[in-house]
């Protein structure tokens, strides 16, 4: 493993820190899985400032030396010989130059002489708004001129300049404007040179912003930077180490996404028919129709198709066609006869027909019978409900003894597969050993073939006692002998430094033999023996998930280097004595074709140690599992009920949190506030409007609440409002419409204000702002200097493109647009916020931005921090979901918003809703009508629905206003949006219905 990382070398103490601590998964800098590091983009190195070529790597090697001398006071691993250096790539500005043809293609530029586009590299833009005469310093090589189409003067500069010999990169005019004939024919001598001129029909402003957007990347046809690159990152590498290194050769491992990628598609080759007899549970259900859909299998449930169609139901699953649903007691007699002929002498039609109720013996009977081709049970019926009818009908291989199984363990970088011995209560060597053969053989059927590993070590071994007269571990030692207690400790957990116990008194063999060659240890020693022989071998230090602690009820610390295992013990789980832990056993380990495979053997702890206390029925909450692979929780922060903050499992949530985020948003920064979409918006008027001017453009009763945190905490200097208002102002229920788009933009002139909130959503008056009136509203603020603050957090899956938008700061949440647990703001900042929230300060202690901000990008660099208790479970649930809608595509769920949202207009307008947002700004996820009925909500109650209502505009809308709002938020309403139609209309159509009237009112 290289850990590749940016070389900054303004704090060498926190990038030696940084390099540590993504090591840290890979065990350490220290540990031969980590070969060294490549420091990109080091800067500053003072004598590479002026480097006049790319190729310099004669001042690697010299570089290099003085950088590992700094970094090794604080990374002493670094030397050279178990952690290297391996090289230091110094910045340089041109590798990172674009050709004028590339920012051509980025802006969509027209070319109105395109010259020497293909060849000249952008190395810097210069944006001339005045006169040319104050302008002539940015006239150097290399510039990009970018400046209105209609600044003659700055034109002529330019050809001027490059009559000169300065070898401009081109010149890029805006506004869609271009120069007149004359000019042209003034400037042609320049043109002649190569001087490329280009036009966009954006403005200056948007157009600077978008060349500073520009990713680095080195477009396909641009074989000479990309040369460049290779030869100038190559030359300040120390090939000749790497080449000697890498030639050794390294172990293959199979990573978890090429394992499932391998196993669905062997699923989807196989095409087999398997049968569930768990027909009705709703995680069966789930799975049966992701199979389906998938192709995976063709599954077979059994159960009643009314139960199983209502399951699906209650969980927004909608059944594919193909799916077989067979109903139990219509095929029972069937296999009657089939049954009592397997089993013949054991059973007789009563009985069979008894044990045939249950439907996993009837499953194994389509099984046994060839109907189908596997079976899969134990979502709520134990391993025993499940095997024993395998046993009793299907039997074992014939050339196998015993049966045994396996699970396959998803650890980070690599798949182990364990074998599971829970079957075979107490077994002997020789069982042992055909578990771990039978493992082994399994594991290859899924392309993990082991060879010559300890499986067959210890086998072979077990043949080799015998021909000898030993006999096997466990073997009675001669005639009339019993046999010995088997300690079994196989060869996996006999590591250096593990100090060999010998056997009991009394169990020598003559001769000092011992009839103890497989051990394991003691109770009180098995799960550690365990996660370190089975799970380090593979893995190092890294514990397996499923085979852990948390069947256990325990939790080791990690080993410190050159020490035992501590473990914490929890007497009360225990009642069988201090320091009994698990029923988890021994381990041994199989190698095959460089993939490790580790085979764990479990044992079943005896029927005492099974025993709850009554401390144990008093504490059912108690979750060992809640950070697998963490530490047991004593801090002041979190109990064993949720997820500590200072974990790694939580540290990487955090991490796909904003990475999820920056990503849909096309947001520079990510920030998680504890709360409430509320909290977020207070959080980010508290820390950007502190004395300022502010415009807030409200469109109901959310967007008031604008004014009601700025004045509640006299925060800005000024407030102004624009709100929406009615199309006809003499009609009672004429549509509400936003404030008008050139009375906003002649107000942000006028005004001048600091900053702009206005929202995208208005949850009380269902209307959206279209994208053009967002972009031309953010680009007259940032004509002002000033910043666009967009509220998002009733805007569903109508995502914001915050660049293409121009927003600088958006606040969301998660149970309306990620149909997660209300827990946090989500607020996004664009580079400018970022940058300009440095030069503020917050009025708030709690919903301080900055802080929490910092907080963030703490676990963005591999940490974690503190400010306040962050709600660590219910961000995993918002992690998941982010995961599920980018797995099954955000642009379709958008599409299905709108689908959704565009449907149910049309049916309450079918019944005579009239809507208050008026056209063109009717928001797909929130839909709100005008009633005449005060008591309609609780007349959607009754129907089955819930509904909000009673909620003023705060827009002048008068006494009298009455509405209702729909909310069309959640996955399951989107997935399935017909059905949430047809939901509704059911309501809509009993809510219809004339109320009858009483006997006595008559």
Known sequence: MILVADGDLSDPRQLAEQLDIHAQPFDGARSSRTLGCILMRVRPLPEMANAPTLAAPELAAHTNGELADTLRQYLPALDGQQFRLIGAVPWHDALSAPRVIDVARALGAQFLHEGEAATRRVMGTSLCARSASRALHVFKPGRLIVSPGDRDDILLAAALSTMNGVPLAGVLLTHGEQPSESMVDICRPALRSGLPVLA??????????????????????????????TRFVAGHLDLPWLKETLSRGYPRR??????????????????????????????????????????IARCVLLGRREEI????SQRGIELPEGLEIIDPGAIRQHYVAPMVARRAGKVNELTAEDQLQDNVVLGTMMLAEDEVDGLVSGAVHTTANTVRPAFQLIKTSPDYRQVSSIFFMLLPE????????????????????EIAIQSARSAAAFGIRAAGGDDQLLHRGIRLRRRRGEGAPGDPAGPGARAGPVHRRP????????????????????????????????PQHRQHHLQGGAAQRPCGQCRPHAAGPQQAGERPLPRRPGGRHRLHHRPHRHPGGPGRLSRLGPAAAVTGRGWPIGICLRYPLPSSWKARTKMEKEMPGLLPDVDPDGLLEYSVVYTDRSLNHMSARFQE????VSSHLKEVYSAHSAVIVPGSGTFGMEAVARQFTKGRRALILRNGWFSYRWSQILEMGHIPADINVRKARRLDEDDTTSPFAPAPLQDVIDTIRDTQP?????????TSSGMILPDDYIRQVADAIH???????????????????????????VISAPQKGWSASPCCAMVMLSRLARETIEETTSTSFACDLKKWLSIMEAYENGGHAYHATLPTDGLVKLRDVMSEIAQYGLDKVRDEQQALGSGVRELLADFGYKSVAAPGYESPGVVVCYTDDPGIVGRFAEAGLQVAGGVPLMCDEGDGFQTFRIGLFGLEKLHHHQRTIDTLRQALEKIAEPVPTPPDEA
């Not at 996404?257 to 007899?277: G, K, N, S, T």
């Not at 182990?416 to 079957?423: L, Q, S, T």
């Open 200 to 229: 966009v029909d954006s403005d200056s402003f948007d157009t600077a912003k978008r060349l500073d957007r520009m990713a680095n990347d080195i477009p396909i046809d641009d074989a000479e930077r990309a040369e460049q690159v």
């Open 254 to 295: 199979l990573s978890p996404a090429a394992f499932r990628h391998q196993l669905v598609q062997l699923a989807q080759r196989a095409d087999r028919r398997i049968v569930l007899p768990e027909g009705n549970e709703p995680r069966t259900v789930e799975a049966a129709v992701i199979c389906q859909q998938r192709g």
């Open 309 to 312: 169609e209502e399951v699906a």
């Open 414 to 433: 690599q798949v182990v597969v364990y074998g599971d011995c829970a079957v075979n209560p107490d077994p002997d060597a020789e069982t042992l050993a």
């Open 491 to 522: 060869a996996a957990v006999r590591r250096r430094g593990h100090r060999e116990r010998g056997p009991p008194e009394g169990t020598r063999l003559a001769g000092g033999r011992s009839r103890h060659g497989v051990r394991v240890p003691r």
């Open 653 to 656: 949530v955090m991490r796909e």
């Open 754 to 762: 600091d900053i702009v909130f206005a929202p995208h959503v208005e």
């Open 783 to 809: 004509e002002e200097g000033g910043l666009f603050v967009l509220d998002c957090i009733a805007s569903g899956t109508m995502w914001v493109d915050m660049q293409d938008l121009g927003v600088d700061v």
